[in-house]
């Protein structure tokens, strides 16, 4: 069984602040990591991808990946009320599984 | 845009009736997954397909059984829904940059 591990939160953090969200995981053959936003009663939306070590911008939005401490991350800048969500990290192993983790509660206060 | 679409939004059933949940893609994506999400324990991947009339088993398949007989459409089947199956259901596809891509789900009762 593969881990990936989140903590649930609630991560609570003012508006126009920056939002980290950590997520770790157990296997070393991990070869894509993911991030996604669930809104309440919702399905799961792709925020963003990462495949390699380093940093991934879009937006807003700063993936960081370090295989070496099997440890990814998301860093939400200029928070919004908007980004107050569950923010799901998962992980792909041999192409075609995915797992998750189980997400951590972010509010973002006005 | 990638369109998935599952048959229900709401589901009640009873306790040992057989159920059916469909999805649907619109993509011509080959793989496709059922998953179900209980809090605490994230989504859980229940089975998956990659290819017409393939399938694999994922981490929970016990209690549940799938179809594929067309590329776009995925049913995940419940031979005899019992209380601990009542979870919300969520199917997906899958691009080939691996983004998966999730139908609206199916909050599942089981009575």
């Known amino acids: 069984q593969k881990e990936v591990e989140q903590n649930s939160g609630p991560l609570s953090v003012p508006e126009g602040a920056i939002a980290s969200l950590n997520c770790t995981y157990s296997d070393r053959v991990s070869q894509s990591f993911f991030w996604y936003r669930q809104y309440s009663g919702k399905s799961p939306e792709l925020i963003m991808s990462i495949y390699s070590n380093g940093d991934k911008e879009d937006g807003r939005f700063t993936a960081q990946l370090n295989k070496a401490s099997q440890y990814v991350s998301l860093l939400i800048r200029d928070s919004q009320p908007s980004d107050s969500a569950t923010y799901l990290c998962?992980?792909?192993?041999?192409?075609?599984?995915?797992?998750f983790g189980s997400g951590t509660k972010l509010n973002v206060k006005p | 845009d990638v369109k998935v679409t599952q048959s229900s939004r709401y589901l009640v059933k009873r306790t040992g009736e057989k159920v059916f949940l469909e999805c649907v893609q619109d993509m011509d994506h080959e793989n496709m997954f059922w998953y179900r999400q209980d809090p605490g324990l994230g989504l859980r991947l229940i089975y998956f397909s990659y290819d017409v009339k393939m399938k694999e088993k994922g981490d929970i398949p016990e209690g549940y059984s799938v179809s594929r007989e067309k590329k776009e459409r995925f049913s995940l089947i419940l031979e005899s829904a019992s209380t601990n199956q009542t979870s919300m259901y969520l199917c997906?596809?899958?691009?080939?940059?691996?983004?998966?891509?999730f139908g609206p789900g199916t909050r599942l009762t089981v009575t």
């Open positions: 998962a992980v792909l192993y041999n192409f075609n599984k995915f797992y």
């Open positions: 997906a596809t899958i691009s080939t940059g691996f983004e998966q891509y």
